[in-house]
């Protein structure tokens, strides 16, 4: 990193984060006041985009005066700006600084093959192309890095043309410090998991953490293990709809119940599949099956939160729910167990809680801590 780049972040005002209006625009708090800043990454940001958290700002050329560069979690910044990272990786290929990559002649960026539009064209020493593509990793827990944070049908595109070249490589952009290994995102896109594992002993795939300086800039990469398991898309999920008046409602056997105005999760399982059983809940169906069809109809699914594994932790979720501070609706989708309820009232959104997405992180990749491979 040039001093004048370092020069830059030690001048980053630092604001805090207050809520996430669209993909692109965000209201922070910077110097006491309320201001619209661009948000340069079209990812979820979930467990980084927390009310009260701090951000790093720099001049925006565009509508707004800022944009954020960096969210701090737990302690330490992540660059959440897409555009900037793919340039910072442009720079280490150019000075020789990624680990793998060395022997391969920079050329120029965002080239066009066909359809498809990659990162980087680098040379060969034969002459050949060699096409990059980057995809910048945001999320990460404990030292577990994955990607996607959201449904990248673009994603999983990139990786079947890189094949189609003969000639791609696919690198994953660790940005969170001390990560141990990268395993891509299948309870949020299990199509890009499919995708790769398809494709993995077809085209290097290159998972390259990120160094931060003692002043906390990036001037080198470490290569981390790309870990693909054997997996099949049952599981469990949750679900968080958001009830926006007082309202009574009949459901099913447990009669006519009084639901508040807040948020209620609900906590079930797709044993065979668990995205199909997500898709059928936000579904429209005519016939009423479980407790919770006679109710969403009524409430608005603001989020589904997959998990996929083998084991079942439908209960385990409803009980996390429970510890987390939710008021159990009684007997509500736990007819056949012996849980108290499956659905939880809080009062306020509890997607906007930091306790609420480590426990989902540590639930989807707590077991790649003790068994990384």
């Not at 201001?35 to 001049?59: D, F, M, W």
């Not at 690198?171 to 299948?186: A, E, G, K, Q, S």
Request: glycine share 8%; charged share 20%.
């Amino acid at each position: 990193m040039n001093a004048e780049t370092m020069t830059e972040y030690n001048s980053l005002p630092e604001a805090r984060f207050i809520t996430r209006l669209n993909r692109f625009v965000a209201e922070v708090s910077l110097g006491g006041k309320h201001i619209l800043v661009h948000v340069p990454n079209t990812g979820r940001l979930s467990e980084l985009a927390i009310p009260g958290a701090r951000v790093l700002l720099v001049p925006s050329p565009g509508k707004y005066p800022y944009k954020i560069r960096y969210m701090y979690y737990d302690g330490y910044p992540v660059m959440i700006d897409s555009t900037y990272s793919n340039r910072l990786f442009w720079e280490l290929l150019n000075k020789g600084n990624v680990p793998g990559l060395e022997g391969l002649k920079p050329v120029r960026r965002e080239p066009a093959v066909g359809n498809s539009r990659f990162d980087f064209l680098l040379r060969d020493r034969d002459g050949g192309d060699v096409f990059i593509e980057l995809k910048s990793c945001t999320l990460a827990w404990n030292g577990v890095a994955s990607f996607p944070d959201a449904v990248s049908a673009r994603a999983s595109a990139h990786v079947r043309h890189l094949r189609e070249t003969g000639r791609g490589i696919l690198v994953l952009f660790l940005l969170h410090r001390d990560i141990r290994c990268f395993v891509p995102n299948y309870h949020t896109d299990y199509e890009f998991y499919r995708t790769l594992a398809e494709n993995r002993d077809h085209i290097p795939i290159h998972a390259l953490s990120a160094v931060y300086n003692e002043d906390l800039t990036i001037s080198s990469l470490r290569p981390v293990p790309v870990v693909v398991p054997e997996i099949t898309p049952g599981g469990a999920y949750l679900l968080i709809l958001k009830n926006d008046r007082e309202q009574h409602i009949t459901a099913g056997g447990l009669g006519t119940l009084c639901f508040r105005e807040g948020y209620y999760i609900y906590s079930g399982s797709g044993r065979t599949n668990v995205f199909t059983r997500i898709a059928y809940h936000r579904g429209t169906q005519q016939r009423k099956h479980w407790h919770i069809d006679y109710i969403k109809g009524h409430m608005k699914i603001t989020a589904d939160i997959p998990f996929v594994t083998g084991d079942d932790i439908e209960c385990s979720l409803a009980g996390n729910m429970a510890e987390l501070g939710g008021e159990p609706v009684p007997c509500f989708g736990s007819s056949d167990c012996r849980c108290s309820s499956h659905l939880h009232y809080f009062r306020d959104p509890p997607a906007l809680r930091r306790d609420f997405w480590d426990f989902v992180l540590e639930t989807r990749f707590g077991g790649y801590i003790k068994n990384p491979q």
